[in-house]
């Protein structure tokens, strides 16, 4: 989830402020660099120390069937969901934990308390969800409610080792407008567009690492069980309905001729449109008519949909590897249509959708939606909201970086509430790549409030600027505790920058890549911590990144090297020296400029900090015109002032 504005107001305010007084740096400590690091999580036979699932590895699991409907009158959804959760843990459990996420929206919540009132207006609250009944086998069932999480006491224990139990909750819930934030419904001129995602009861997760986990939901995002998912919803004649996963009646509620449409988009590499501008001003009153929309969605975490009669809707095929296919689609109303808005979007699903298949792993789900309505740029399993005024650029731009969180968190499923760059930076990440290549670069390089958003500046040299702020949060920090200021520049940037700098500067494409796919590979539908990836990109990268996580991901260490002497000597030949100054190493490259012209780069890896902050290299060639450390800015180097210099 993104907030494109605040993200670029944030960096840049970081990059433009003004130096603090110059202060004597720590001299480099090599023990301290490249001391042994133990990371948070020791390996076990659940998780291996190659960062893998180990044997003994298991995971809960919550099956859900769900009946809602809304009422467009009242703005209520009421609904009824029948959970069949499987205790595949060692442990028998006697009572769930339950996320009650719309209770964030109350007056009392503990997120409104946190967010000093910013988040939520209290003019605009709702009295969050209301629990008409919980119960297991018809018997109610005590429950006890806590801000944004309720427990459910059992009759009798869930047995360990594959044990079910199927409990029934009613429930209905005020549908928050605009100031919902990642779900909303606000009114259109063709028709209110509803924006559904928390909508229903949802498990807590119990895993190996802290047993039920319980952190309350504060407004950052979410951590999940996975399972499969039927759900049906009941809105007026006159709406479409697009949601996660596959539409399993569209003879019930779509026309021959929306249905033929259709047929022809699962075909073609073109869009197609499915309803056009014309047939929604065309569409007449439902006269209180309903239709029920029924779902079926294999193996996902969370499913989200949107409705409204004011939709124009598109579709394409997806291309994916071994001969498999999708369908890419757009809903929007019809002011958002144009060349330069919404027509394209499904282009650019499409395009994100088959890249990243191809490059990392296959999308796993028959549709890829995106909708324009009042919950924007937010991400949801097979289904993203994204802003109706968005366009060209930012249309690619927000498009592509929330489908990509299919990969991160959906199928990756890491716990965002805890770990947010887990989703955030590494999705950040792979959407670099998706803008180097839509259309040969054209709305490339990714420059936008989650990477790189000054005017000024390489990537590297903002990341060196954020780095020098005391007061930036490291990236392994709890999601909640990072402030508005710091959570795109730190959360986003910086994780997918050191992401970058692994991949291109560090290991290289040609270990980083086989690697990063095995970590998603061997995590996809399953729950991997920080420790997890760190172990599995070194143990399949094939290198001891040990200084790299404790200088970038656990602190804030400065990187600088700098060139402190240039001599060429007639009786020994000439010498660079090179000075570590900085308690973060690198690998990086020297160019060497010789007198005639020609130059020669110099690979330093990090090993040449081991024991020492100082290094002279005797150059071979020619006398030395002049020598510079990191001459193309692909390090966060914090003086450049001194990365240059020229001989005597």
């Known amino acids: 989830m993104t907030s494109r504005l605040s993200a670029l107001l944030a960096l840049a305010a970081l990059c433009a402020a003004p130096a603090a007084h110059a202060q004597t740096a720590p001299k480099y400590d090599p023990l301290k660099t490249f001391a042994p690091l133990n990371l948070p999580a020791p390996p076990s036979t659940i998780r291996t120390g190659s960062g893998t699932p180990g044997p003994a590895y298991w995971q809960n699991r919550a099956d859900f069937n769900i009946d809602a409907k809304i009422d467009t009158a009242a703005h209520v959804l009421t609904g009824e969901e029948t959970i069949t959760y499987t205790n595949n843990s060692p442990e028998e459990l006697g009572f769930l934990w339950i996320q009650m996420d719309q209770n964030l929206y109350r007056r009392d919540s503990r997120g409104y308390a946190m967010s000093g009132g910013r988040r939520i207006d209290p003019k605009n609250s709702t009295p969050g969800y209301e629990i008409d009944a919980v119960t297991v086998g018809g018997k109610t069932l005590n429950t006890v409610v806590s801000d944004t999480r309720m427990r459910v006491d059992l009759p009798s224990g869930v047995k360990a080792g594959g044990g079910k139990v199927q409990v029934k909750i009613r429930y209905h819930f005020l549908i928050p407008g605009l100031f919902g934030g990642r779900m909303a419904w606000n009114a259109n001129k063709s028709g209110d567009i509803y924006d559904l995602a928390q909508w229903y009861p949802r498990l807590q997760v119990f895993d190996d690492v802290r047993g039920w986990d319980t952190l309350p939901y504060l407004a950052n995002e979410f951590y999940l069980e996975y399972g499969n998912f039927d759900y049906a919803v009941t809105v007026p004649a006159d709406m479409i309905v697009a949601g996660s996963g596959a539409l399993t009646n569209p003879g019930e509620v779509l026309t021959a001729e929306q249905r033929a449409r259709f047929d022809r988009a699962r075909a073609s590499d073109k869009t197609v449109l499915i309803r056009t501008p014309e047939e929604v001003a065309a569409t007449p009153p439902p006269k209180g008519a309903t239709k029920t929309w029924r779902f079926h969605m294999d193996s996902t975490r969370d499913v989200a949909f949107t409705a409204s009669r004011a939709f124009v809707w598109d579709a394409a095929r997806i291309n994916l590897p071994d001969g498999k296919t999708a369908v890419a689609q757009s809903v929007y109303p019809p002011e958002s249509v144009g060349e330069n808005g919404w027509s394209r979007s499904t282009e650019y699903m499409k395009d994100a959708v088959e890249r990243f298949s191809k490059r990392w792993y296959p999308y796993p789900w028959p549709n890829a939606i995106n909708v324009a309505g009042p919950a924007t740029g937010m991400e949801y399993p097979g289904i993203v909201f994204d802003g109706i005024d968005d366009k060209a650029k930012t249309l690619f731009f927000i498009s592509a970086h929330e489908i990509g969180h299919t990969w991160f968190p959906m199928v990756v499923g890491s716990d965002e509430r805890r770990d947010a760059w887990m989703d955030e930076g590494i999705n950040t990440f ?107 990109m070194e143990s399949a990268g094939g290198e001891d990144l040990s200084y790299f996580w404790r200088g970038y991901f656990l602190n804030n260490w400065s990187h600088d090297m700098a060139v402190t002497e240039v001599v060429n000597d007639p009786a020994k030949g000439a010498s660079v020296t090179v000075e570590n100054r900085g308690q973060l190493v690198l690998p990086a490259t020297l160019r060497i400029v010789f007198k005639d012209g020609k130059t020669r780069d110099l690979r330093i890896p990090v090993e040449t900090w081991m024991q020492t902050g100082r290094h002279t290299y005797a150059i071979d060639g020619g006398p030395v015109a002049e020598a510079t450390v990191d001459p193309d800015h692909r390090l966060p180097d914090a003086d450049r002032s001194n990365n240059a210099m020229r001989a005597n």
Not at 477 to 492: G, Q
Not at 496 to 504: I, K, Q, S
Not at 508 to 527: C, L, N, T, V
């Open 430 to 536: 792979i959407d670099v790549y998706e803008s180097d290549d839509f259309e040969n670069g054209v709305y490339g390089p990714k420059r936008d409030g989650e990477y790189a958003p000054s005017a000024t500046g390489t990537p590297a040299d903002q990341i060196a600027e954020l780095i020098k702020d005391p007061e930036a949060p490291v990236i392994l920090s709890r999601a909640d505790t990072i402030r508005e200021k710091y959570r795109h520049p730190v959360t986003y940037f910086k994780a997918a920058f050191g992401l970058t700098l692994l991949r291109e500067d560090i290991l290289g494409p040609e270990r980083f890549d086989p690697a990063f796919r095995k970590y998603i590979a061997d995590w996809a539908y399953k729950h991997p911590k920080p420790s997890d990836f760190f172990r599995e």
